[in-house]
């Protein structure tokens, strides 16, 4: 490997941990991280493994002691971690006035209390490291809202001001932490979708293309990557100009 941005993309010698590494994303994130040389974990619910080459492990991301665990497990296991990526997430719509207590508060947890339980999990191994990267997948709808969206939208805006926060706390530790914000992307989440609202986000995009899990990995990648290096406390947009073009 003698191109320098080949080297400085590699992640051999690197422990990578993704949670959903069984989703549609997560699966990309976890393949892309695996093939920059890295030994990667995924951690997602029992029945939903990783792809092949990826060790996985059975964590509900949104019980504290069970993210707590299965960090420690991967730690145990690798005996280092250098990579962390939060792909794990849920939506559960409905308009604001219509939506009960308990869309609210599994949204939340799975994708918010997660990000708060998986990062003070992950930075004693990040700092024992040297140094590493977390990257928290968030959304382009936490910076606009979405009709039928409120939980969903302020759970990753949620994420998205963790992460800044994170990003000043752990810098001098050597830890990046920054945040992924997809656009549509065709997956198992958005499968369930109704064809006119994939088609809405069509029209969006400035591309006239909608993303693919692995556009999404390929911008992770980056971030993680010695690439990377100086770019901490981002929320960059992975979404073919949806917001741009809006
Ligand atoms: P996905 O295919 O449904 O993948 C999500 C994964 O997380 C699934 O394997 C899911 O398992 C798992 N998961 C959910 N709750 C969990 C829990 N409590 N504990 C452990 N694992 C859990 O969805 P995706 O489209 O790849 O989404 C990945 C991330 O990207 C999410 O955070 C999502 O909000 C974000 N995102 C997606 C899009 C998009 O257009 N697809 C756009 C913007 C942001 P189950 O399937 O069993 O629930």
């Known amino acids: 490997m003698s191109n320098p941005s080949a080297i400085m993309l590699s992640l051999a010698g690197r422990v990578a941990l993704v949670t959903g590494g069984g ?3 997560g699966s990309a994130v976890a393949s892309a991280l695996l093939k920059a040389g890295a030994a990667a974990f995924s951690i997602d619910r029992a029945d939903r493994p990783g ?26 296991r690798a005996g280092r971690l250098d990579v962390v990526v939060h792909c794990a997430g849920i939506t559960r719509d409905a308009v604001v006035a219509k939506m009960s207590d308990a869309d609210w ?12 339980y998986l990062l003070r999990s992950v930075a004693p191994a990040l700092r024992q490291a040297g140094g590493g990267a977390v990257v928290l997948v968030s959304s382009i709808n936490a910076e606009r809202g979405k009709v039928g969206q409120a939980n969903y939208a302020a759970s990753k805006a949620g994420m998205n001001a963790m992460a800044m926060t994170a990003a000043r706390e752990l810098g001098r530790f050597g830890i990046r932490v920054n945040v992924v914000a997809p656009g549509w992307i065709d997956t198992p989440m958005t499968a369930a979708v109704p064809e006119e609202y994939r088609q809405r986000a069509l029209d969006e995009t400035v591309v006239g293309r909608l993303g693919q899990p692995e556009d ?12 990377g290096r100086h770019v901490t406390g981002q929320v960059l947009r992975v979404d073919g100009g949806q917001l741009i073009g809006h």
């Open 105 to 116: 508060h599994e949204v939340i947890a799975t994708n918010l209390d997660s990000a708060f």
């Open 23 to 25: 989703g549609g994303i």
């Open 51 to 76: 792809p092949p080459g990826v060790s996985s492990i059975a964590c509900d991301v949104s019980r504290s002691a069970e993210v707590a665990s299965a960090v420690a497990d991967v730690v145990g």
């Open 216 to 227: 999404v990995a390929g911008a992770v990648l980056f971030l993680c990557s010695d690439l």
